[in-house]
């Protein structure tokens, strides 16, 4: 089997354009949630479709831009049109964006998306920093460059170093405790079923969604410190009885940027 490929014109294309120091940190931002604060200063954005190679996202809601940020010392490069497995694509297309950020040499990778609160107590508007998965998607984003098994330092695959500093600085502005859980991925586009939830719950996940996992694993496989946070959008299926929508989560994201970005910032200012 062939190793994924390193996408060298896209990596090429961006250095043309920005030069060759990496990024200090990659964002991938989740559905409806941007980088709106007056402390990040946009430099430059350019559209995923000029990017060479780059597989172009379907969703409304993932906007299909790079931004490259300056936040104070920092440089941030926001990774937008982020493509899922349900849009019909394959793992390597939905791990390209991250393996780029590596090739640029980017060190570190914050993760964010919507989900499904299924722990009693994650309701709409909090936000949850991940401290596992549950893989249920069914592919690997690593299946073609490993020969048997992974070593045992890739098993933590959410920095728990890097997520302490970044729930004590968050905490020192902000009276809610930052709460964290695992996240089941599943493929979608359907939401689940009732039984589905009791049967995620029953396996140990507190939050439901279909992206970041293959994300964190390639971000791993290349070396990158990872950390990821869901936005609950919702209750998981068959626990409030109402009918689950995408404008919903899309709504729910937007009117919880505040405390999103509070986290986002507090886990850039505790990169070490
Ligand atoms: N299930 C799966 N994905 C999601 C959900 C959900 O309830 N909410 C937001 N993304």
């Not at 140990?204 to 959008?233: H, N, P, Q, Y």
């Amino acid at each position: 089997m062939n190793a994924p490929p390193l996408q060298p014109e896209a990596i090429a294309w961006l250095q043309e354009r920005w030069g060759s120091a990496a990024p200090d940190v990659g964002v991938v931002l989740g559905s409806g949630i941007q980088l709106l604060d007056d402390d990040f200063h946009e430099e430059d954005r350019v559209c995923v479709s000029e990017i060479p190679s780059l597989p172009e996202p379907t969703v409304e809601g993932h906007g299909g831009y790079w931004i490259r940020y300056r936040f104070g010392e920092k440089k941030i490069l926001v990774v937008g049109g982020r493509v899922h497995l349900y849009e019909g694509y394959a793992a390597d297309e939905v791990t390209m964006g991250v393996r780029v950020l590596a090739g640029l040499g980017t060190s570190s990778l914050l993760l964010t998306n919507a989900a499904g609160g299924i722990r009693e107590g994650f309701t709409p508007g909090m936000v949850v920093a991940i401290s596992d998965h549950i893989q249920l998607q069914g592919v690997s984003a690593m299946m073609a460059t490993l020969e048997h098994h992974v070593e045992s330092d890739r098993l933590s695959i959410y920095d728990s170093a890097w997520l302490d500093r970044t729930r004590t600085r968050y905490q020192m502005s902000c009276t809610d405790s930052l709460q964290q859980g695992t996240y089941a991925a599943l493929t979608g586009p359907t939401y689940e079923t009732p039984t589905e939830i009791v049967m995620l719950r029953k396996f140990g996940a507190d939050l439901v969604g279909m992206s970041t996992v293959l994300e964190a694993l390639a971000a791993r496989d290349a070396g990158m410190k990872v950390l990821g946070f869901s936005l609950v959008t919702n209750l998981a299926a068959g626990i409030s009885g109402k009918k689950l929508n995408h404008q919903e989560v899309l709504d729910v994201g937007k009117n919880s940027q505040k405390r999103m970005l509070q986290i986002v910032r507090a886990a850039i200012e505790s990169i070490d």
